[in-house]
T-cell receptor, first 116, second 116 residues
Framework: GAGVSQSPSNKVTEKGKDVELRCDPI?????LYWYRQSLGQGLEFLIY????????KSGLPSDRFSAERTGGSVSTLTIQRTQQEDSAVYLC??????????????FGPGTRLLVL | AQSVTQLDSHVSVSEGTPVLLRCNYS??????LFWYVQHPNKGLQLLLK??????LVKGINGFEAEFKKSETSFHLTKPSAHMSDAAEYFC??????????????FGTGTRLTIIP
């Protein structure tokens, strides 16, 4: 079937505006992850969902960042009052999450966010 | 805590010669280890993974990696480089099969250039 999809593929916004990024995981995948890829920080974990709950939010950089997942499927990552340092590629991944740390995470193409 | 160190930020090899991308890991528990590849403007793709089974792991496109616990290494190799191998390669660690949290920790990446 289809892979992980993300929308929009590109987003340009002005500093101080709110943005919403969407992730559609592979059908049947119970685990969903958000990562951020930026020049200065590399690839870093943001948040992990198992079903609709988020047992690990430790990577969210500030309280301006939030995420939710509904119906065990689609997830949205919201950034409020965007800052220029939020500019990055936001990646979503999903997995079956059957074996703890051994499952393969499948990544979407990412959303490239530019904050002017 | 877990971490990975990719020892080379950039590797250049001639087409047809062997490839070696080096990775050392640190983990408090038995880790799962992965290599992902990212081609320009493309998503992350899994090359191979180690999950406490055979220490020599074979992946796609002729790549393989050997888990060496005594050296805490997981180097990626390929006998003969192809032009299509030019990409960014990430060594990745997760907590291991005894934990529900499968957060991935990425290395800083190695850019592989193939010289015609």
């Amino acid at each position: 079937g289809a892979g992980v999809s993300q929308s929009p593929s590109n987003k340009v916004t002005e500093k101080g505006k709110d943005v919403e990024l969407r992730c559609d995981p592979i059908s049947g995948h119970t685990a969903l992850y958000w990562y951020r890829q930026s020049l200065g920080q590399g690839l870093e974990f943001l948040i992990y969902f198992q079903g609709n709950s988020a047992p690990d939010k430790s990577g969210l950089p500030s309280d301006r960042f939030s995420a939710e997942r509904t119906g065990g499927s689609v997830s949205t990552l919201t950034i409020q009052r965007t800052q220029q340092e939020d500019s990055a590629v936001y990646l979503c991944a999903s997995s079956l999450a059957l074996s703890g740390g051994a499952e393969t995470q499948y990544f979407g193409p990412g959303t490239r966010l530019l904050v002017l | 805590a877990q971490s990975v160190t990719q020892l080379d930020s950039h590797v250049s090899v001639s087409e047809g010669t062997p490839v070696l991308l080096r990775c050392n890991y640190s983990s408090s528990y038995s880790p799962s280890l992965f290599w992902y590849v990212q081609h320009p403007n493309k998503g992350l793709q899994l090359l191979l993974k180690y999950t406490s089974a055979a220490t020599l792991v074979k992946g796609i496109n002729g790549f393989e990696a050997e888990f060496k616990k005594s050296e805490t290494s997981f180097h990626l190799t390929k006998p003969s480089a192809h032009m299509s191998d030019a990409a960014e390669y990430f060594c990745v660690v997760s907590q291991g099969i005894n934990f529900g949290n499968e957060k991935l920790t990425f290395g800083t990446g190695t850019r592989l250039t193939i010289i015609p």
